[in-house]
């Protein structure tokens, strides 16, 4: 059986991630294919207790270390559990957030040297590496105008503006690196323009896979 194909959205806050999932799983959907929605940290039991812990404000002031760890802690039981079992029965995969997250808010966000991140992602994930990522991308101002008319900040949405704007350099430095990964999609502008650069990047994708 060939197996599913393993999807990933990112951003900084209030990119519009939560929106942009539902018209990729439509389009995927519309095809036929079986599809998985997921997210991290999270996606198990065990994932989602860990996203509590990591975005809950019991831990302030947690080590950068140990928020590294309890990322890639839960991404191990999420490949172990569901992700590797989905792709191997063909089965695509759209996750919100994956390893970029940790690259972009750890790495470029937290300072953590990328060559000890590349550890842990040789170590819990192997060769596995999502095949298209869409990084939506905007100023940190913008989002965080968006993000704060929500409900009450977690510990990260309570960072400052100039931690996300390292995560959001960290981002499109990871987009520089892998152009034929990673599809930056202009977030800033209206819902419908954005949704609309959202399902071309998809049909693309489906398009060349499936062709
Ligand atoms: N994290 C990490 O540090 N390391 C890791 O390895 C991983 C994660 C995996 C949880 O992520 C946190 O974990 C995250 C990074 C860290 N923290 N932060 N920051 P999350 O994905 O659950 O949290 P989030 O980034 O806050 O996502 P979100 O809350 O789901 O935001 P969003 O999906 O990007 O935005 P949205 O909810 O779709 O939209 C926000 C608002 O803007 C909403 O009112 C929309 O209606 C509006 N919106 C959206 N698009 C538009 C447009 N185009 N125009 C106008 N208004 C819009």
Known sequence: MTQG????????????????????????????????QTREPGGTALGEDLRELLL????TGMADDTELLLMFAARAEHIQRRIQPALDQGQWVLCDRFTDATYAYQGAGR????????ILEQWVQGALRPELTIVMDLPVAQGLERAGKRSTPDRFESEQAAFFERVR?????????????????????????????????IDDFIGARNG
Request: charged share 25%; net charge negative.
């Open 111 to 118: 300072d953590i040297p990328g060559e000890r991140i590349a």
């Open 5 to 36: 194909a393993f999807i990933t959205i990112e951003g900084i806050e209030g990119a519009g991630k939560t929106t942009c999932m539902q018209v990729l799983a439509d389009r995927i959907e519309a095809h036929g294919i079986p599809l998985l």
């Open 56 to 59: 809950g404000h019991r831990h």
């Open 169 to 201: 350099q960290g981002y499109l430095d990871i987009a520089r690196r892998e152009p034929g990964r990673v599809q930056v999609v202009d977030a800033s502008r209206g819902l419908e323009e954005v949704t609309a650069g959202i399902a071309q990047v």
